[in-house]
């Protein structure tokens, strides 16, 4: 019945009609005449696309989520089209809607899977509660290029963290009554130098081991869409490649969902010189597989009537359209209760989730002497400063569009909250607010922090910030990066720690009071000096809505600290690009001595993080000293909490195939489960590893291939883990 359905409706759309169903317009009301980061009229785009809904050429809207406002257009394209066909309405959910969540690389550093798939299933309640009907999330890129600002939101740089990442948020968001769109479809992490938008050249053998695993898993989870990439991948715009989105998308893994395009990415081909003009860019785009083109304005699509040779692309395209809305339940309840609406974006039960998301995804990168957690009764004073501690705008992250800001817990009021009356809170800035050089296009949408307020003198007010923790018993000082210095088109060229920052930092400690650094970040920073010198370090990334209350769990011990780096995290920009899982060299001798002038060892491993208390690992054990090819052998180890109070630990279990057909990375992440530990408890946690986690893809064999060959095997706390066995495959 349902074929039935959409066949019935797809014979009675004219071509132009089809081109539309084809068709995403953004849609926003920005303030002045003209916007020059988007290149068109911000007062005629929202009249044009109105105008199109109106005679059916519009399958799609972006940047809605006012549920009268979707209300409204649903009836302008249901009463204007005669076919009474609802547009589907896409947002970018990306790390929550009004509840906002830590950043997506934060989320993946908690490593739970369970607390990722609860966040995303309370960001598409939100969503579809608003009339939203399908995010453009998750990010799924692999990135091992910490200077490209969109690490930000994605997994980090492990292909098997990646994949179960990529499901846990598509399981989230679809089970949460939304359409799942995993991007940038593929090898967009891998940009020139992290410059966003450059092309990217991947090998063969690293894109299907590396860079295709996180979206193969999001699309056996079930994802119902999958979003191109702007660039040229190895030559060829990944949006215009049918190899990439026929052959390996559709007839490899079997996806049946759709594919929409990037931003303006189909018109994007003939820019690239790849096709001649808008018509061809329509054309190319519709045969590679793209279904559904997000346009600006003046879509490429627009042509698609015109090309006959595409009838047969366009009439399966339509029809996947068709599919989704009906699936969805658009086709017979197009509307939104805008009641309902207000009453599930109020929802408490959102904001003890995000809390409870925030203390699971800090990392705790140093902890000497036990500084932390802070005893609230044996103080009498807290000097908290830098003006990222009570910035909210900081405090949830970029990539937020509906959020409210009123309701955003800072570090400095999370703090106050918990430390009691008996503890006095003190803050200073302490430096100037560092603004980007360039502003992003983002900045529209509520980028820009506040400027320092008139008559600020920076060097009296970093006097008073150290005189305050001076005279304080311990010095809480929050740096990292501006939000709007990281994500979509914020790449930078360096690591550094922004303005003055490192200056106050350096001033504080020098007072001698006890300091902790609160990392807000989205990516690892140049604190070279810190780790040296700071005693404690919690890099609580972006942390959210509940940001500030979550932080202050984790300083007084409410909470202890559980997440674990998704990146390796380098001494320097020159080190790029830096990851664990490399091959080994002619001189592994000399592995970590490549240059002079400075360490070749990171400054904290991939899976490194502390907590508030310690374990030891022990017995490690194969079910079978030898299996063959195909079997799968089980590997057990002992974990033990050697502390004196419960704590989580992400037990991590790595494989390195000694020799073969091919040479393969000295680790490689094969396992990982977060438990929680009373004091003195013993645990013994298995993992499977079979011919899934030992293939790999050769690039002469051009297929995946099973070696017989000797495995070693390592379990711990990090990527550096010591305990050690191995086992046989025949």
């Known amino acids: 019945m349902t074929e039935e359905r959409i066949e019935a409706m797809l014979a009675e759309l004219s071509p132009a009609e089809k081109a ?44 809605v989520a006012d549920p009268a406002e979707t209300n409204r257009l649903q009836r302008l394209a249901i009463e204007g089209n005669p076919h009474g066909i609802p547009v589907l309405f896409g947002f970018d959910v ?26 995303q299933a309370v960001a598409a309640r939100e969503a579809r509660a608003v009339g939203i009907h399908w995010t453009f999330a998750p990010m799924v890129d692999i990135a091992r290029d910490p200077r ?74 079930g994802a119902g869409n999958i979003m191109t990439a702007y660039m040229d991948l190895n030559g060829v ?35 690239h010189g790849f096709a001649a003009d808008p018509a061809d860019a329509g054309a190319r785009g519709v045969l590679a597989g793209v279904d559904l083109e997000m346009a600006v304005s003046e879509p490429a699509y627009d042509h698609l009537p015109g090309v006959p040779e595409a009838a047969d692309a366009i009439d399966a395209s339509v029809r996947r359209i068709l599919a989704a809305k009906l699936r969805l339940g658009v086709l017979d309840e197009p509307y939104v209760d805008e009641d309902r609406a207000r009453e599930i974006l109020a929802d408490p039960q959102h904001r003890a989730v995000a809390r409870e998301a925030a203390r699971r995804s800090a990392v705790l990168l140093r902890n000497e002497g036990d500084v932390l957690p802070l005893d609230a009764a044996a103080l009498g004073s ?4 830098g003006p990222l501690a009570d910035s909210r705008r900081d405090t949830i992250g970029p990539w937020v569009f509906d959020f409210d800001l009123d309701e955003t817990v800072t570090v400095l009021d999370g703090i106050r909250r918990a430390a009691g009356d008996g503890v006095r809170v003190e ?36 006097a008073s910030a150290v005189d305050l923790a001076a005279a304080s018993d311990v010095a809480i000082v929050v740096l990292g990066e501006y939000q709007n210095m990281i994500g979509e088109s914020a790449s930078r060229s360096s690591l550094e720690l922004p ?27 140049d604190l070279r000096w810190a780790a040296g010198h700071v005693p404690a370090i919690l890099d609580v990334w972006y942390p959210g809505s509940q940001g500030g209350n979550a932080v202050a769990d984790l300083l007084f011990g409410a909470a202890a600290p559980g997440g674990k780096l998704p990146f390796t995290w380098p001494r320097t920009a020159g080190q790029i690009p830096m990851f664990y899982g490399h091959t080994r060299s002619h001189e592994p001798q000399n592995q970590y001595r490549r240059y002079w002038d400075e360490e070749s060892t990171p400054l904290f ?24 090819v195909d079997d799968e052998v089980t590997v057990s180890v002992d974990v033990t909490n050697t502390g004196g109070r419960e704590a989580p630990e992400v037990v991590q279990l790595y494989l390195h195939q000694r020799h073969g057909r091919a040479s393969r990375p000295v680790r490689e992440l094969k396992g990982f489960t977060r438990v929680v530990l009373a004091a003195g408890e013993t645990r013994r946690v298995t993992f499977t590893v079979g011919p899934e986690q030992r293939r790999y893809w050769h690039a002469a064999v051009r297929d995946w291939v099973l070696d017989a060959t000797t495995f070693d095997v390592w379990a711990g706390g990090s990527s550096t883990a010591e305990l050690t066995t191995t086992f046989e495959v025949r």
Do not use: C
């Open 20 to 63: 539309g169903q084809l068709t995403q317009y953004f849609y926003f009301k920005l303030p002045g005449e003209v916007d020059p980061a988007l290149g068109v009229d911000a007062g005629e785009q929202p009249r044009a696309v109105e105008a199109a809904l109106g005679r059916g050429g519009v399958g799609s809207l972006l940047f």
């Open 94 to 119: 990306i790390h929550g809607l009004r509840t906002i969540f830590p950043v997506p690389i934060a989320m993946a550093a908690s490593w739970d899977p369970e607390t990722i798939e609860r966040g």
């Open 148 to 221: 490209w600002g969109r690490i930000i939101e994605g997994a980090g740089e492990d292909p098997f963290l990646g994949a179960a990442v990529a499901a846990a948020q598509v399981r989230g968001f679809q089970g949460g009554g939304i359409i799942a769109g995993p991007k940038h479809f593929a090898g967009y992490g891998a940009s020139l130098g992290g410059r966003d938008y450059d092309e990217a050249n991947i090998s063969e053998y690293e894109l299907w081991n590396t860079y295709l695993p996180p979206f193969r898993a999001a699309v056996e989870a």
């Open 237 to 271: 715009p990944a949006s215009g490649s049918h190899w990439l989105l026929t052959k390996v998308l559709r007839d490899t893994w079997g996806f049946t969902g759709f594919v929409v395009s990037d931003a303006n990415a189909v018109k994007s081909l003939e820019t």
């Open 382 to 385: 807290i000097a908290v400063l």
């Open 427 to 462: 803050y200073a800035q302490g430096i100037p607010v560092t603004q980007r050089v360039f502003p992003s296009m983002f900045d529209m949408f509520g980028g820009n922090r506040p400027a320092d307020p008139d008559g600020f003198d920076p060097a009296l007010e970093l």
């Open 499 to 525: 303005g003055a920052q490192l200056e106050l930092l350096q001033a504080v400690a020098a007072t001698g009071t006890p300091t902790v650094l609160l990392v807000m970040n989205g990516r690892p920073l």
């Open 605 to 628: 491993p991939f899976g490194h993080g502390l907590t508030y208390s310690t374990f030891e690992y022990a017995n490690l054990s194969v079910s079978a000293g030898s299996a063959g």
